[in-house]
């Protein structure tokens, strides 16, 4: 016997929070050795999971396409202090590092949004088919505030800690 949809309905109760920010993550493989640069950092992603960084409240693993190899992550962090904390300390600072020097034969792009309203992207080096917000939005050059999402967003405050790489080396 069929049973009506609205029977068996569920939402989420996120008044617990309400900093909530949820970002998409992926590198895409551009060249051949972008392999070796994606397949090298996926154990590392996973360790920097495990370890249970303060803030994130889950992280789910994603393939967006397997020609080219294109994978990636959705992460829910309790609040933005959490993921700007996070994202300028080691690991993830070296990995940001490591990319500006070489991009590896990769291309890698976020895009974050807030339960509090407002969003934003970057994609670096993705060339191939548009991804994400790209695919309807103009694309335009990403000017400034290279490792401060902060500022993209126009959010008070400064950063707790430094950025990966000096600004300036990229203005």
Same mark, same amino acid.
């Given at each position: ?98 990319? /500006?020097?070489? !991009?590896? %034969?990769?291309? @890698? ?8 309203? =407002?969003?934003? $992207? ?16 103009? /694309?335009?050059? !990403?000017? %400034?505030?290279? @490792? ?8 008070? =405050?400064?950063? $707790? ?11």
């Amino acid at each position: 016997m069929p049973v009506p949809v609205g029977r068996n309905r569920q939402t989420v109760d996120l008044s617990a929070y309400p900093d909530l920010v949820v970002i998409y993550l992926g590198m895409r493989v551009n060249m051949l050795t972008g392999l070796k640069t994606l397949l090298g950092l996926g154990p590392q992603i996973q360790q920097a999971v495990k370890d249970k960084p303060d803030g994130l409240l889950l992280h789910e693993d994603l393939i967006w396409s397997l020609v080219p190899p294109h994978l990636g992550m959705r992460q829910y962090w309790r609040d933005f202090e959490s993921l700007e904390k996070w994202s300028r300390s080691l690991p993830h600072q070296k990995w940001w590092q490591d990319f /500006v020097r070489d !991009a590896g %034969g990769t291309g @890698f792009w976020h895009e974050t949004y807030f339960l509090r309203g =407002g969003m934003e $992207s970057i994609y670096a080096h993705m060339g191939g088919a548009p991804t994400g917000m790209m695919q309807f939005a103009p /694309v335009v050059p !990403a000017k %400034g505030a290279m @490792f401060t999402a902060r500022r993209r967003l126009k959010l008070a =405050g400064e950063p $707790s800690l430094p950025g990966p790489v000096a600004e300036e080396e990229y203005a």
